[in-house]
């Protein structure tokens, strides 16, 4: 599936490029992530975590990624297995970060997901692009904490929240009800 997402950071594009180049800075940023290793060669190891309703994966996988400092955009793909639950992913992200006014940066996030085993399900119902929003609006929330933090310091112990998984699930499931069904409801009171 296809899933694109687009958020403002009000930062100009060389802060927000900076910290887009720090991988585990911004892995921190990604709820349910945490990075193993930094292979140095544009390769990082990595496990996600997720957790929607009934259904608990962690990923252990890789990523590569590539950065294109002229145009300010970076391509991941990622592929993780859940050895303990059997689903399987991978992942194409490309993001673009575009210089919107000198103040703000407009950030663009292209990604396809294919996704296999038990987690798969949610793929057909269309949870997945609700629980994506979700998940890239704490990512553009811990960026705006992190770019907004007086030090260094204080920057590097900004991480996203927990993305707790039944609240998560019931309010994906319910944005994905009313997207579903919203036409119905809006052309009753008519």
């Not at 608990?56 to 996988?61: E, L, P």
């Not at 689903?87 to 996704?115: F, N, P, W, Y």
């Not at 997945?128 to 310091?153: P, T």
Request: net charge negative; with cysteine.
């Amino acid at each position: 599936m296809d899933v694109t997402e687009r958020f403002t950071v009000t930062r100009p594009i060389e802060s927000v490029w900076e910290l887009f180049q720090d991988v585990p800075e911004l892995a921190r940023c990604l709820p349910g992530a945490e990075l193993t290793s930094d292979n140095g060669d544009g390769s990082f190891d990595g496990r996600v975590g997720v957790k929607l309703g009934p259904i608990s994966s962690a990923f252990d996988g890789s990523a590569t990624i590539v950065f294109d400092h002229e145009l300010y955009t970076l391509d991941i793909k990622g592929r993780g297995v859940d050895r303990s639950g059997g689903s399987q992913g991978r992942v194409e992200v490309a993001v673009t970060l575009v210089d919107a006014d000198g103040v703000d940066t407009e950030v663009t996030i292209d990604a396809k997901v294919m996704l296999a085993g038990p987690i798969a399900q949610f793929g057909r119902t269309g949870l997945v692009k609700e629980v994506s929003k979700r998940l890239i609006d704490e990512f553009s929330d811990c960026l705006h904490a992190k770019l907004d933090a007086g030090s260094v310091e204080e920057a590097v112990g900004i991480e996203a929240s927990d993305v707790h998984g039944f609240s998560l699930f019931v309010a994906s499931t319910w944005g994905a009800f009313t997207s579903w069904f919203g036409g119905l409801f809006s052309n009753s009171d008519e």
